[in-house]
């Protein structure tokens, strides 16, 4: 089959709380990819009540139609974020991630040299938010979850951070065989490898440094590529995304610029 691919170059940085439009990556009459800004909602929640924007309604009144979230980013995560069209299509994407069929792709800056390539597979408890999830099994067993990666570059910065006279740091491409709740940020910090500007699950001496440093105010987390099949045609379909302005500002800092390729490739999922 072909493999349909789809890009943007339209990639400029907006705070989330002045959003008033996304940019658009892919649109047909069924599906819409966008490319979430970090700092933004993908909808409403009750957790976050003060947040102004959510993806759902910027996108909705963007193209005039409703829209149905078939899976998430968190808030701190830039990058393609997928929607449904009507219900029927929404059903058959949300069953495509269930079953591990979609392909997903990340671009992490992490604290530290990581191996060449890993793949961490420690399962995960879902951690519960008193007010949101207050009807959920709070008993419920921990779930497998793997991720691969792989380290495209490394640098060692003249910078003492903490113990250290030096602070190295490594550019990670990610790809998660499964979809838990902050699967990659909690499965990095396992491995002792946080990434840069996490402010729950990261180190924040490296994020104090970053900030100084390179004035980041984000999660150094993208959502860089995604690959499904099409539910009506059944045609694999990719969508990829650069990171935003303000993530390739810092890959150009550390000397990284030339390590992103301009297509990304997707991994295999399970």
């Given amino acids: 089959?072909?493999?349909?691919?789809?890009?943007?170059?339209?990639?400029?940085?907006?705070?989330?709380?002045?959003?008033?439009s996304v940019d658009i990556l892919y649109l047909d009459q069924t599906l819409v990819a966008v490319h979430k800004p970090a700092g933004l909602l993908v909808h409403h929640s009750r957790i976050d009540r003060h947040a102004r924007h959510a993806a759902v309604q910027l996108v909705r009144d963007q193209i005039g139609q409703r829209v149905y979230p078939v899976h998430r980013l968190d808030k701190p995560t830039s990058g393609v974020l997928l929607f449904a069209l009507d219900p029927g299509t929404a059903r058959a994407l949300v069953e495509q991630f269930s079953a591990g069929h979609v392909r997903k792709q990340y671009l992490a800056i992490v604290r530290g040299y990581t191996q060449e390539t890993g793949s961490i597979d420690t399962a995960l408890t879902e951690r519960l938010d008193p007010i949101a999830d207050a009807q959920a099994d709070r008993d419920k067993a921990p779930q497998t979850a793997s991720t691969q990666y792989r380290c495209l570059a490394r640098v060692e910065l003249p910078h003492p951070v903490g113990r250290y006279r030096t602070a190295r740091y490594s550019l990670l491409e990610l790809r998660p065989r499964t979809g838990r709740q902050h699967q990659l940020r909690r499965h990095l910090k396992h491995i002792f490898h946080p990434i840069i500007g996490d402010t729950t699950h990261g180190d924040g001496r490296h994020n104090r440094f970053f900030?100084?440093?390179?004035?980041?105010?984000r999660l150094l987390l993208a959502a860089t590529a995604l690959q499904c099949l099409h539910p009506t045609s059944g045609e694999p379909l990719r969508i990829t995304a650069p990171p935003a302005a303000e993530f390739q500002r810092i890959l150009a800092a550390l000397g990284w610029s030339d390590r992103i390729a301009p297509h990304p490739e997707v991994g295999h999922g399970p």
């Fill in 1 to 20: 089959m072909a493999l349909v691919d789809h890009d943007t170059c339209s990639n400029t940085h907006h705070p989330a709380q002045h959003l008033a």
């Fill in 211 to 217: 900030r100084e440093h390179f004035d980041n105010q």
